[in-house]
Each structure stands twice: as structure tokens, then as C-alpha cells.
């Protein structure tokens, strides 16, 4: 078993960067782990929206800036222990009607920060990918992570690689990452599994974890609650099934 280099006892002083962190995930994540005592820290757009932040804007620590420039990166990184990696300009549709500049405000944005991780004191990096755009037209369903990654748009081209990049540095670097990131599932390619690199929590425990069905909301609370405890960095890995309604196990209990 993994030993954490985070004690979840001490989340005060662990800070967790979400790059992106104005949007609908970010605002979300960072209020969960607010609610678990870790220091947040926000990077996003000059005069991005806060109105999902007003609830708790004072509890956090905002840094505006340009996601193209890695010196802006690098201040918000500067003493950042996790880094959630939310940023991405563009959509399917819009990738492909510009696709040099889904790249290069994505992917060499993503690989000019990456490649100065050694030079932080980051440990962990989530980086929040896509679901059916990397793999494509599916060979079968429901697709699991190890379905082969076939995108056949920008979008899906540029995430797969900034994931393969955020591989490559971690690599070379040591900083713990997830597998393949984290592809997330919509109800376009089932909500199958999430992750396979999850943390088992210490406030769950072997817990199974039921995730409602019933609606989005319900949905996406369920991916909050996983991104947080992977950003816990505690150890084995949780997957989740599809049954009548969500459960998360611990992968051992799921996986021969």
C-alpha cells in the first residue's frame, strides 16, 4: 500500500491549487475541500466571473491571470502541494474550427508549465480529461478505460495529449498523477468509471458510496466527492460500476 505524503489530520497545511477554479467544477471542488480544511488556492481569466465563488471567495486565495503565459502559472504554483488542472479554451465544436488554436492555448500552454514541475514543490497533479472525445467512435460499450483512444476530433486529440504530457513530466519529475488522468463520464458514454487511480479515503474508509442517478446535480456531487478524495492523496484505488444506482468500491472488491 501507497504511504500518503499527505496527512489528512493536517489538510491546513496542504494547499491545493485548481487551476480554473472559477467555472462550475472548480467553484465546487473548492468548496468541498474548504470544507476539509485545505488551503485553496484559484487560478483563473483576468475579470472572470466570481458568482459561484460569492459563498466563500473570502476563504480562498484568487490569482488572475493568463493561462498562455506559463510565468503566470508558475506564481499560482509557487506554493501549491496539489494542482487540479481544469483549463481547456475550447469545446468539440469549436476545436474544429480552429484547431491550431486549440493546441497552442491548450496543449503547448499545458506543456510550458508542465515542464517547470520540477522546479515547485507540487506532488500531486489531477488532470480533469474527457470522456467519449478520447476514445472516439466506440468499439463497444459501455467503453472503459481500457477501450483504445481514437479521437476524431480536436477536442479529444488535445486532451489525450495533455494528459500523456502530464504523464511524461510526472514521470520524470516524481510527482504522483493519475493513470491516464481523470476521463470523466457523460450519460453519452455511460458514467461507467471515473478513475482508476482514485484514493481510498480514511473518512469513508471500504465504504461503498452511493451516487444518485436521479438527476445532473446528483451526478456531478458524486464526481466532486471523487476529486476530492483523490486529491486527499491517501491510498488504493476506487473505481466506480454501474448498477441500478452508483457505487464506489475499492478496486480490489470489483477487479480480479
Not at 24 to 37: D, E, Q, V
Not at 130 to 152: L, M, Q
Not at 155 to 167: D, P, R
Amino acid at each position: 500500500m501507497k504511504e500518503s505524503k499527505f496527512n489528512s489530520n493536517e489538510n491546513r497545511d496542504c494547499c491545493v491549487l485548481i487551476l480554473g477554479g472559477l467555472g462550475f467544477i472548480g467553484s465546487h471542488l473548492a468548496r468541498t475541500l474548504i470544507k476539509r480544511n485545505y488551503r485553496v488556492k484559484i487560478f483563473d481569466k483576468l475579470y472572470g466571473s466570481r458568482e459561484l465563488i460569492n459563498d466563500f471567495e473570502s476563504g480562498i486565495e484568487l490569482v488572475e491571470g493568463d493561462a498562455e503565459k506559463s510565468d503566470d502559472i508558475m506564481k499560482a504554483l509557487n506554493d501549491a502541494d496539489i494542482v487540479v488542472h481544469l483549463i481547456h479554451t475550447t469545446v468539440p465544436a469549436s476545436s474544429m474550427r480552429n484547431p491550431a488554436y486549440d493546441v497552442q492555448s491548450n496543449v503547448l500552454s499545458s506543456v510550458r508549465w508542465l515542464s517547470l514541475l520540477n522546479t515547485t514543490k507540487a506532488r500531486r497533479i489531477i488532470y480533469v480529461s474527457s470522456g467519449g472525445t478520447v476514445y472516439g467512435i466506440p468499439d463497444y460499450n459501455p467503453i472503459d478505460e481500457k477501450h483504445p483512444t481514437h479521437p476524431i476530433c480536436s477536442y479529444g486529440i488535445t486532451k489525450l495529449a495533455i494528459e500523456n504530457y502530464t504523464a511524461l513530466y510526472s514521470n520524470m519529475y516524481d510527482v504522483d498523477y493519475g493513470s491516464a488522468g481523470l476521463r470523466m463520464f457523460t450519460d453519452q458514454v455511460s458514467d461507467l468509471m471515473l478513475g482508476r487511480a482514485l484514493s481510498e479515503s480514511s473518512c469513508c474508509g471500504h465504504e461503498k458510496v452511493k451516487i444518485s442517478r436521479s438527476g445532473a446535480m446528483d451526478r456531478f456531487n458524486g464526481i466532486i466527492f471523487i476529486l476530492m478524495m483523490w486529491s486527499m492523496q491517501l491510498s488504493s484505488s476506487w473505481i466506480i460500476m454501474e448498477r441500478e444506482e452508483y457505487l464506489i468500491y475499492p478496486q480490489e472488491q470489483v477487479l480480479p
